[in-house]
């Protein structure tokens, strides 16, 4: 099994993307917000895979972090949740979102995805919520322990660490506390978890201002 692929960006469709791994070319599918970050076409990129056989194909679907295949995989074990709506969902939610929506029983959350009604939006969050750890799916607002958030716990009233000092920031500004973790969750995913925090700041009110 392909576990993970280095190589350089070949090509880029509408929900995959083709990676030239010494002259052999990988299609991979992704999430539309794994797309969104690509690097350029020729340029180096590694992605997280989870391979998936049948009886007449071999199919590739990538991920930026690990975090996000490990709720791929969580997300298929649903009845309901094949391939391609388990990517719709990673479409619409981070790996933090995906967590919070499970922690507080949003099925709303999960119904913005195509492909998800309102039946089987209950089935996942009913399905998944004794699933989903509090610690390695849930930390995708930064590196930590596990349960943590940057070293901070998620669930726990009172975040601290530098995710804790964006939130409070975020939060006195007039933001809802699920909106704000999200916009951090985001710009950490991306920037990564040594981000000064002036500039995770200011990344993350671009987010909440799209």
């Not at 009604?117 to 930590?144: N, S, Y």
């Not at 000092?165 to 006195?172: D, K, Q, R, V």
């Amino acid at each position: 099994m392909i576990a993970k692929l280095k190589g350089l960006v070949d090509a880029i469709g509408d929900d995959h993307v083709v990676i030239d791994v010494n002259g052999v070319g990988y299609l991979v599918q992704c999430s539309t917000k794994t797309l969104s970050r690509l690097p350029g076409i020729g340029e180096a990129l590694a992605l997280e895979i989870e391979t998936k056989v049948s009886e007449d194909a071999i199919r590739l679907f990538g991920f930026l972090t690990a975090d996000e295949r490990a709720w791929f995989r969580l997300l298929l074990d649903v009845q309901g949740v094949g391939a391609k709506v388990g990517l719709n969902i990673l479409s619409v939610l981070e790996p933090a979102a995906l967590y919070q929506a499970i922690r507080t029983g949003d099925k709303s959350a999960f119904a913005r995805a195509s492909g998800v009604g309102p039946k089987l939006a209950q089935r996942i969050v009913l399905e998944l919520k004794d699933k989903a750890p509090a610690g390695a799916l849930g930390g995708a607002i930064g590196a930590g322990s596990p349960g943590t958030v940057s070293g901070a716990s998620i669930a726990g009233p009172a975040p601290r660490g530098l995710a804790g000092e964006a939130l409070s920031a975020l939060t006195n500004l007039g933001y809802k506390p699920a909106e704000a973790e999200r916009a951090v969750a985001d710009v950490l995913t991306r920037l990564g978890a040594d981000t000064a925090i002036g500039e995770l700041i200011r990344h993350a009110l671009r987010e909440l201002a799209r």
